[in-house]
């Protein structure tokens, strides 16, 4: 009797476990900000521009929403800004939990995005308050 219950204590903890790792992996819908088939294949001259990051905010927040709607707004509407896309990270081998990626057609499109007056605002009013950690990341094609 005593091995029946120890065995279906052990089941339901399993059972609860892999629950639970499946909940935290399930990407929550609204946070993703879907643009189908924008991440082109890069051509010479193209830079890359990506962002992994973490907010303040709990993944399914609110305020985590409006950040990633607002980044892809004030950001992807730059004229030098192609294929913005915005991403949520599910992977347990990764810290970060958000993604922000885009393509400029030269390094002065980069620059150009750099020094925009939208980008600089954003950057101080919401980038700088809301995100606690972050790693950048640009790419060219390999040739």
């Not at 399914?60 to 949520?88: H, Y």
């Not at 393509?103 to 600089?120: I, L, R, S, T």
Request: glycine share 4%; aromatic share 14%.
């Amino acid at each position: 009797m005593i091995i029946r219950i120890i065995g279906l204590l052990f089941v339901f903890s399993l059972f609860c476990a892999c629950n639970r790792s499946k909940q935290e992996n399930e990407v929550n819908e609204s946070l993703i900000v879907e643009q189908p088939g924008i991440f082109a294949k890069l051509e010479k001259g193209n830079i890359r521009h990506t962002v992994m990051f973490n907010l303040k905010y709990d993944v399914d927040a609110p305020e985590t929403v409006k950040f990633l709607q607002d980044g892809q707004r004030i950001l992807g509407a730059l004229p030098m800004v192609r294929n913005f896309e915005v991403s949520r990270q599910i992977s347990s081998k990764n810290e970060f939990k958000f993604y922000f990626s885009m393509v400029f057609d030269n390094q002065d499109a980069y620059q150009a995005y750099n020094g925009h007056p939208e980008h600089v605002k954003f950057v101080k009013e919401r980038w700088d308050t809301e995100v606690t950690n972050f790693l950048e990341a640009d790419f060219v094609a390999v040739e």
